[in-house]
């Protein structure tokens, strides 16, 4: 009887540990000075010090979840403020209770009735929100010891679209639709990537050639190209990049929002003897009315038109669709609001036929947006055509799990979580402003 007794508190305890309740959320402030080198410049963003608002989850088992999300440095300590205001929603809860309606919690997150004031969706509070969401995923994705892209695949599909939150959007998906559009294959290659990391708008001419010159090398065949300040110098520069990488390979070219439609059309209608596979955020991010003239008027010149790394949310999302203002889908695995949202635009995508390409420009984001397009090509896409996944190379080696990309190619990570945990000796040298590289930048 003794025995029994044991046998059953043991069993009890450990169910219980496995409940992970979270006790604990800290957030930090954690930048890179990437713009005394230019890395990352663009035509609206001159000068960005790739950051991130870095959030860490602590259990009452041990196991710890982290999350983070991107941002260009000024102003990352308003994010961390909003993660904090969140932190009393995620506190106390058990990582079960969160994943057995996840729906419910994400919507928690997202509508609490005075904290949406500040959103809905949008912005710094949705910003925060993909920072503790990622968190989870991340400590969820641990506790089943596997990368979080396997543990989408091995998910049972009505699981897996109890995650997402249709509010919105039935329109033009509903659940019904997403359970039918999830295919059952497994990955065994590498996804193609594409790199910007030659051609970031601050860099001379030399550096430029050098870059590509590596680059091809290295058998990268796709490469984008920042345009936007100075037609001249875009014609210039691109023509550059296009007798480097040859005519057979692929290029891209990136505005960051610079134009009004009418701008843009004319600008790149000018850059069209280069034969870019799309221009990218020609205008501002909002503007799906602009965005589908742009692409009416870019259709004859065979350039299509990609945006989704700064769009608001699944329900833009779904608007820049029905309007066909995109060839090219877009994801950014922290803006969007993390896993939850992507999902919903990735199914929706594929309802629509638009290829996803996803952004990865910046601290963190390929080593997390890596495990959406695994998850896109084994259970929804199972297609390669016009698909692509941006890669830059800068900051990984400040992960503990840093991607790796071989011949050009995203290779699937094997380690437990989302990928996204830094190394604590980075997160101490680089918080902002009390870390030794910001206070060494100030003698």
């Known amino acids: 009887m003794i025995k029994l007794l044991t046998v059953f508190c043991h069993r009890k305890n450990f169910r219980d540990k496995m409940l992970h309740k979270i ?16 890395h990352g410049s663009d035509a609206m963003h001159t000068d960005p010090d790739y950051s991130a608002a870095y959030v860490v989850l602590d259990t009452d088992s041990g ?43 994400y919507r928690l997150l ?74 059952d ?43 936007g300040a100075d037609l001249e110098d875009d014609v210039r520069r691109c023509r550059i990049i296009r007798q480097m990488i040859g005519p057979d390979n692929t290029l891209m070219i990136d505005a960051n929002q610079r134009w009004d439609v009418a701008e843009a059309i004319s600008w790149v209608s000018k850059l069209a003897e280069f034969r870019p596979l799309w221009i ?29 790394e700064q769009c608001q949310n699944r329900v833009m999302f779904k608007q820049f669709l029905q309007a066909s203002a995109l060839q090219f889908v877009q994801i950014d695995s922290c803006r969007l609001g993390s896993v939850n949202e992507n999902l919903a635009v990735l199914l929706m995508a594929h309802k629509f036929n638009v290829p996803v390409c996803p952004h990865a420009g910046g601290v963190g984001l390929c080593e997390l947006v890596q495990h959406l397009i695994l998850f896109d090509y084994i259970c929804v896409s199972a297609d390669l055509r016009n698909r692509m996944c941006e890669y830059v190379d800068h900051l990984h080696e400040h992960f503990t799990c840093p991607v ?36 060494n930048m100030k003698k």
Request: with cysteine; charged share 20%.
């Open 280 to 308: 990218e955020e020609p205008t501002s991010p909002d503007d799906i009315l602009g965005h589908a003239a742009i692409s009416k008027a870019l259709a004859p010149l065979g350039i299509g038109v990609a945006t989704g």
């Open 185 to 227: 294959q497994m990955q065994k290659e590498g996804y193609p990537a594409y790199t910007t990391s030659c051609a970031w708008l601050g860099y001379p001419d030399e550096q430029l050639k050098q870059l590509c010159t590596d680059a091809l090398k290295s058998g990268w065949t796709r490469f984008k190209v920042k345009v």
């Open 110 to 183: 997202t509508s609490d009735s005075q904290m949406r004031w500040l959103g809905p969706e949008k912005g710094v509070i949705h910003l925060a929100t993909a920072a503790v969401l990622n968190a989870v995923w991340d400590l969820w994705a641990r506790t089943e010891g596997k990368p979080l892209w396997k543990l989408l695949v091995d998910m049972e599909p009505k699981q897996l679209v109890s995650c997402i939150d249709f509010r919105y959007i039935t329109d033009v998906l509903t659940e019904e639709e997403a359970l039918g559009q999830i295919k």
């Open 23 to 38: 006790i604990n959320l800290t957030v930090r402030d954690v930048r890179f000075p990437t713009s005394l080198d230019q």
């Open 404 to 439: 790796v990309i071989q011949d050009a190619h995203y290779m699937p990570p094997k380690d437990p979580g989302y990928s996204c945990e830094m190394l604590e000796s980075t997160v101490q040298r680089h918080q902002y402003p009390e870390g030794n590289v910001w206070k």
């Open 63 to 105: 196991l710890t979840g982290f999350g983070l999300t991107f941002t260009l440095g000024k102003g990352t300590e308003i994010v961390v403020c909003a993660v904090e205001a969140l932190a009393r929603l995620v506190v106390g809860k058990c990582l079960q209770e969160i994943v057995s309606d996840f729906r419910g919690f």
